[in-house]
């Protein structure tokens, strides 16, 4: 399939940034910017006390709204923890799965990235999982066996119909709030490298249809190189998708 067929979709990951009050503000000032830009799905991934507020200002808009993380367990004795049932009634749609700080931080693994994938899908939740290697890996040389690695461990158990909601975003963990980007060829190559193995689990039909993002570092400034590049079917934005004007750009790059 040829990239024109796939959607684009431009993420935004706030992080741990956004007071309600903060949220509500930045939507204001970026639905007018965005609206009528039909060339690329746009989401907004907020924290999950600006969920409400997220949903209720975007109503009827162009951009849709996605959790950061969620629990794999339906319900039970996690403290702190959301499940997809609780995000799913809140009028999320989509939901980041693996980002690395949450396995550098909070000791997620390949397994339980899975679990939550899983769990995330069962409750019809679009899931933008994130794999990426880290630097001392691309610097062996290893950077292909290690997003595949984890392409297969965390998507396991995925079934084929169930890929149609899957997004992936190849995150190169060095290039992440480092101001350091992958250059467009990295980025075309390794996301390359998550198609083909798309292609060996799934089939070449449904490795040329899904999306495949890139993060890391994505701004106003490199957004349109990386977004030329035939396997970049889009972009997960951390610091610019927290300002609107640069956000916006990125939209406009991705038309
Ligand atoms: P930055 O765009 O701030 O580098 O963050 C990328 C990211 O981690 C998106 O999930």
Redesign the pocket.
């Known amino acids: 399939m040829d990239k024109a067929k796939r959607p684009v979709v431009i993420a935004g990951?706030w992080k741990m940034n956004k007071t309600p009050a903060e949220a509500k503000t930045l939507i204001e000032e970026l639905k007018p910017m965005v609206s009528g830009k039909k060339g690329c799905d746009i989401v907004l991934c907020v924290p999950y006390v600006d969920i409400s507020v997220a949903v209720e200002s975007t109503k009827g808009t162009n951009i849709k709204i996605g959790a950061e993380n969620v629990h794999f367990a339906e319900s039970g004795a996690y403290t702190g923890e959301i499940s997809s049932k609780m995000l799913k009634e809140c009028g999320v749609e989509y939901v980041?799965i693996g980002?690395s700080e949450r396995r550098q931080y909070f000791a997620e693994t390949d397994e339980t990235v899975n679990l939550r994938t899983k769990a995330a899908l069962a409750e019809g939740l679009k899931v933008i999982l994130?794999v990426g290697e880290v630097k001392e890996q691309r610097l062996s040389g290893i950077t292909d066996e290690i997003v595949s690695i984890q392409t297969k461990l965390d998507l396991a158990g995925v079934n084929a119909d169930d890929m149609k909601n899957v997004i992936i975003?190849y995150?190169p963990v060095w290039?992440?709030?480092t101001g350091l980007t992958a250059t467009p060829e990295q980025a075309d190559e390794t996301c390359g490298v998550i198609r083909s193995t798309l292609a060996k689990l799934y089939g070449e039909n449904i490795a040329e249809s899904t999306v495949i993002q890139y993060?890391?570092?994505?701004n106003a400034k490199n957004a349109a190189e990386l977004l030329a590049k035939k396997n970049v079917d889009g972009g997960?934005?951390?610091?610019?998708s927290l300002k609107a004007p640069d956000f916006t750009v990125i939209v406009e790059a991705a038309q």
Do not use: Q
Request: with cysteine; net charge negative; hydrophobic share 45%.
């Open positions: 990951n980041i980002h994130c975003a995150e290039a992440i709030g993060g890391g570092s994505m997960l934005i951390g610091g610019a």
